[in-house]
């Protein structure tokens, strides 16, 4: 199947740094990725939609300028978490939807930061 | 407003039964469905999914129902096995936009 790949698996820095993920379709290329966070026992809540080469759609109540967003290419979308805080510690999960196969989206394995 | 609803947050099934995990939605405009499979402090696994315009979808030990009027679609896993024990994840979309989660429901297959 498609693989998704997200960098850094997990990351712990200091309150008031920024913090980089990367996503990455391995096997396919993909116009949209989608940027999702995770709270402890909860749903994946949609941060953002990043398409290729335009800017990054926010949902509602998600800082953009916190969480910037920059998709590069057809295989890279970057989140930077920007000024991090304690309370933006949590499970980041990417996944890039494949350009032939417009309803499913594969989901990178997750990233975990943790900010102190 | 929560348009895809999981009611159930865990389900506990034995070894080799059948395992069936339900899932509601309210936006009839949904026209797509899939579900995903998540272990924890990992990504959501694709599993099965199936268009509005059927009413079943069926790969291997994974079946999934359809039912339009009733805004509900279930998975079914048969025979269950141990691996099979994880959260699972409905989700729907509309017209190939983003995906709306459900809340999830933890299975546990137990031997």
């Known amino acids: 199947g498609a693989v998704v790949s997200q960098h850094p698996s997990r990351v712990i820095c200091k309150s008031g740094t920024s913090v980089k993920i990367e996503c990455r379709s391995l096997d396919f290329q993909a116009t949209t990725m989608f940027w999702y966070r995770q709270f402890p026992k909860q749903s994946l809540m949609l941060m953002a939609t990043s398409n290729e080469g335009s800017k990054a759609t926010y949902e509602q109540g998600v800082e953009k300028d916190k969480f910037l967003i920059n998709h590069a290419s057809l295989t890279l979308s970057t989140l930077t978490v920007t000024s991090a805080h304690p309370e933006d510690s949590s499970f980041y999960i990417c996944?890039?939807?494949?350009?032939?196969?417009?309803?499913?989206?594969?989901f990178g394995p997750g990233t975990r930061l943790l900010v102190l | 407003d929560q348009q895809v609803k999981q009611n159930s947050p865990s389900l506990s099934v034995q070894e080799g039964r059948i395992s069936i995990l339900n899932c509601d939605y309210t936006n009839s405009m949904f026209d797509y469905f899939l579900w995903y499979k998540k272990y924890p402090a990992e990504g959501p696994t694709f599993l099965i999914s199936?268009?509005?315009?059927?009413d079943k979808n069926e790969d291997g030990r994974f079946t999934v129902f359809l039912n339009k009027s009733a805004k509900h679609l279930s998975l079914h896993i048969v025979p269950s096995q141990p691996g099979d024990s994880a959260v699972y994840f409905c989700?729907?979309?509309?017209?190939?936009?983003?995906?709306?989660f459900g809340q999830g429901t933890r299975l546990t297959i137990n031997p």
């Open positions: 199936i268009s509005s315009i059927k």
């Open positions: 996944s890039a939807r494949p350009l032939h196969l417009r309803e499913t989206q594969y």
């Open positions: 989700a729907a979309i509309q017209g190939a936009q983003k995906l709306v």
